[in-house]
């Protein structure tokens, strides 16, 4: 005759387990995910960021390796931002603590997306 044995399963205490919001920040921590992610927060909050006035004339659609890509609506305006652009990458890291964002690159409207997929029009450093 075989004695059953009531086994209990063995487990760590909770708190040497932690959270998964804890292990995956441990996990992201110092990673390219991570940067890119913070860096997104960019495009997210672009019109607060840089206010009511400017974000009727633009768009930021894309962070990709340290550049805020952003879409302007027009020539003029893509000309004033342009010339402003060290303030305005000033203003972006003085409101994002800690942000990734290098530099911002204004373009006409829809023209980042062709130098995205295709490379066409990129210039040295794009």
């Known amino acids: 005759m075989s004695v059953v044995r009531d086994r209990q399963p063995r487990r760590r205490p909770p708190s040497a387990v932690g959270t ?7 996990a992201l921590a110092g990673r390219a995910l991570a940067t890119g992610l913070s ?13 009511p006035r400017v974000a009727a004339h633009t768009t930021a659609v894309e962070y990709r ?3 805020l890509w952003v879409e302007v609506d027009s020539a003029s305006w893509l000309a004033e931002l342009t010339a402003t ?11 994002l603590d800690g942000t990734p964002v290098k530099q911002i ?22």
Not at 20 to 26: F, K, P, S, V
């Open 105 to 126: 690159r204004f373009v006409p409207a829809r023209q980042h997306v062709a130098r995205a997929e295709t490379g066409v029009g990129r210039q040295k450093g794009d």
């Open 85 to 95: 652009r060290r303030s305005v990458l000033e203003t972006v890291t003085a409101t």
């Open 20 to 26: 998964l919001a804890d292990a995956l920040q441990r």
């Open 65 to 67: 390796d340290g550049t």
């Open 39 to 51: 860096g997104w927060t960019a495009v997210e909050r672009w019109s607060s960021i840089v206010g």
